[in-house]
Nanobody
Framework: QVQLVESGGGLVQAGGSLRLSCAAS????????MGWFRQAPGKEREFVAT?????YYADSVKGRFTISRDNAKSTLYLQMNRLKPEDTGVYFC???????????????WGQGTQVTVSS
């Protein structure tokens, strides 16, 4: 069992930056593939990035976002730079067995943190 708690969301102007964190409790954090997903109002939840050892990204965020993890602290991060209004949404972290883009492959989810990018 893994419990996940996101933090770091907020309101930022377009072009700005935010760093999201996801604190994990439970055992064997380092063995899990970790992912970030987001959901905008009225839209499906979409893949943002995932990591086991290396990061993989959605095309929409590649070159602007960086996923990383600190296994000693059981914490996942998402550094978001050059933010755009279309990045607005609730951001969720998730833990699963494989570093894939499909949300249904992840077993544990956090409650989410709101990111709002104003134009």
């Amino acid at each position: 069992q893994v419990q996940l708690v996101e933090s770091g969301g907020g309101l930022v102007q377009a072009g700005g930056s935010l760093r999201l964190s996801c604190a994990a409790s439970g055992r064997s954090f380092s063995r899990y593939s970790m992912g970030w997903f987001r959901q905008a109002p009225g839209k499906e939840r979409e893949f943002v990035a995932t990591i086991l050892w290396n990061g993989y990204y959605a095309d929409s965020v590649k070159g602007r976002f960086t996923i990383s993890r600190d296994n000693a602290k059981s914490t996942l991060y998402l550094q978001m730079n050059r933010l755009k209004p279309e990045d607005t949404g609730v951001y969720f972290c998730a833990a699963g067995s494989h570093p894939v883009a499909q949300a249904q492959s992840y077993d544990y989810w956090g409650q989410g943190t709101q990111v709002t990018v104003s134009s």
